[in-house]
């Protein structure tokens, strides 16, 4: 069974910076893709960034430029470098990972920007 431990969430200003990581374990197969969602009150979990095992990245639209998502695969860890943020990116924030055609999530951690 894999688990996924988030950290790095809080409270933090419009313009202002957030870094969460994601440590997975467990796994008795290698991690493909790891990726962080989220979910903001009354919304549906919507995609933020994933990275492959390879390095190839996806953004949605909203965070282009100023969110960054990398891992280190020795460590099967993903982070997500928030910068410019704004008081829309408030939303608790899911680490996800696939493992072969299995999705495994997080408990989740809450960003909150206060404008």
């Known amino acids: 069974q894999v688990q996924l431990v988030e950290s790095g969430g809080g409270l933090v200003q419009a313009g202002g910076s957030l870094r969460l990581s994601c440590a997975a374990s467990?796994?008795?197969?290698?991690?493909?893709?790891m990726g962080w969602y989220r979910q903001a009150p009354g919304k549906q979990r919507e995609l933020v960034a994933t990275?492959?095992?390879?390095?190839?990245?996806n953004y949605a639209d909203s965070v282009k430029g100023r969110f960054t998502v990398s891992r280190d695969n020795a460590k099967n860890t993903v982070y997500l470098q928030m910068n410019s943020l704004k008081p829309e990116d408030t939303a608790v924030y899911y680490c996800?990972?696939?493992?072969?055609?299995?999705?495994?999530w997080g408990q989740g951690t809450q960003v909150t920007v206060s404008s």
């Open positions: 467990g796994s008795g197969f290698p991690i493909n893709a």
């Open positions: 990275i492959t095992r390879g390095g190839t990245t």
């Open positions: 996800n990972a696939r493992v072969v055609v299995w999705d495994y």
